[in-house]
């Protein structure tokens, strides 16, 4: 199995374990949240060659609503991120984006630190990872106007139709994480259908949103098994084929 996107050392940080994901996932993603990470993810996983490393600002990295950061501080994180990338060879840009619903920053803000990133995602032909809470109609602004990145993915998704047909068309994968196996979460379920085959990835984006029947533990990566059995239920695909498939998509997205 793949996991598109996991957080293998905020695992640790948070009590769990991922020599067991380690061992059993054949190809897996760990994202970057923040400008400075890079050199401590980088020391922890140097030994699997097989976990892909990305490096990426989300929008949390803006500040909060009552104390945002300057635009020279961002600026200045950018620069420090960026030799980061190209020091240790990172593959991804991401994870990058906008949240509408913590509101970090201000929405200025944000949009500069994702369009920056859009950017560097261009300029050093790596795809880009997008996180997107409640920013539908922006996501698919900067989608089609910006133009400046190397395809990618839109992780955890939770979007409506309209952003996932533009990201399609743009060339984009679309990733599904544990809370699509949440009762609650029927329509995301719903939303499989529209995915094409040969886009769809599966991520756990541990160790936050543990998949049923784990809620209320520190999620770990090899605990994307959870989320290919919810999805190859909900497509009536056998998981053996679905495995497979996500594999192959995997691999075309990466060019490898």
Not at 54 to 83: C, F, H, R, V, Y
Not at 173 to 189: C, E, P
Request: with cysteine.
């Amino acid at each position: 199995m793949i996991d598109s996107h996991a957080h293998f050392c905020l695992v640790l940080e948070h009590g769990g374990e991922i020599k067991s994901s380690l061992e059993a996932l054949r190809l897996a993603i760990d994202i970057g949240s923040t400008h400075s990470d890079l050199p401590e993810r980088y020391n922890c996983l140097k030994d699997y060659p097989h976990i892909l490393l990305a490096g990426g600002m989300g929008p949390w990295e803006t500040g909060e609503k009552d104390n945002p950061k300057s635009i020279n501080q961002i600026t200045s994180e950018l620069n420090i991120l960026k030799d980061y990338i190209i020091k240790y060879n990172v593959k991804f840009i991401g994870e990058t984006g906008l949240d509408n619903h913590y509101e970090y920053g201000t929405v200025e803000l944000q949009e500069y630190l994702f369009r920056e990133q859009l950017e560097l995602s261009y300029k050093l032909s790596k795809p880009v990872l997008i996180h997107n809470r409640e920013a539908d109609d922006s996501i698919i602004y900067d989608l089609l106007n910006i133009k400046h990145y190397h395809t990618g993915i839109i992780h955890c998704y939770s979007g409506n139709l309209k952003l996932m047909n533009t990201a399609i068309s743009e060339g984009f994968y679309i990733s599904y994480a544990g809370n699509i196996t949440y009762k609650s979460n029927s329509y995301l379920r719903d939303t499989l259908e529209y995915v094409p085959i040969d886009r769809l990835l599966v991520e756990t984006d541990s160790p936050y949103l543990p998949p049923v029947p784990l809620r209320g533990t520190v999620n770990i990566p090899l605990n994307v098994k959870y989320v290919y059995k919810c999805i190859s239920e909900v497509l009536n695909i056998h998981e053996e084929k679905l495995i497979e498939q996500v594999h192959s998509n995997f691999m075309n997205f990466c060019n490898m």
